[in-house]
């Protein structure tokens, strides 16, 4: 038997409340109406300290402009899926995040708010960041081990195709073996 409005209405509370993902929604103005427990717990602020307040309050100052093209997205009706950013705690600390941004609609279709769903990156960009150290590391291992191998190759070679042509004279024929060794062992 499907759930009464009532009860999907509670429903839908208790998984906004319960979410590991920050869940807030605000007016078109950026007037914060809504804050979850995972966003108090995410950015440090209760929902008495933002509620009425404006989004900005957890936005970086030099990422401002962001906010303004996320709200021309949502007055277009657009979503703004996976958003790559970096948001601001309480305590000033930044936070890599993910945004998804949907536009809140009123039963006739007017477009009057945004939810905004935000979930902490940090970890994963801080293992990218290791990533690309290893990754740049390894190209500089394999550069010098490239060049450390292609010198005394380079030498192997061409004496082997020396004594292979019969290039050498028989009294450079010994040194020549001499030297293919050396760069060999090397």
């Known amino acids: 038997m499907p759930a009464t409005l009532p009860d999907a209405v509670g429903h839908l509370a208790a998984i906004v409340s319960s979410s590991d993902d920050a869940i807030v929604s605000k007016t078109l103005d950026g007037i914060i109406v809504t ?3 995972a966003a108090e717990r995410l950015f440090g602020y209760s929902p008495e300290e933002v509620i009425g307040r404006n989004i900005s309050l957890i936005i970086p100052e030099d990422r401002l402009s962001e906010e303004a093209f996320v709200v021309g997205r949502i007055r277009a009706g657009l979503n703004v899926d996976h958003f790559e950013t970096v948001r601001q705690r309480k305590d000033g600390t930044s936070i890599d995040i993910s945004l998804t941004v949907s536009p809140i609609h009123t039963a006739d279709g007017t477009i009057v708010g945004a939810s905004k769903i935000a979930r902490d990156i940090t970890g994963q960009k801080e293992l990218q960041r290791v990533a690309d150290v290893a990754s740049r ?5 394999l550069a010098t081990l490239s060049h ?3 010198t005394p190759l380079n030498t192997v070679l061409g ?8 290039s050498l004279p028989p009294e450079q024929q010994s040194k020549a073996i001499g030297v293919i060794s050396r760069n060999a062992t090397a």
């Open 148 to 150: 450390e191998l292609r």
């Open 159 to 166: 004496y082997v195709q020396m004594l292979q042509k019969g």
């Open 137 to 141: 590391a390894n190209d500089h291992f």
């Open 35 to 37: 804050w979850n427990g």
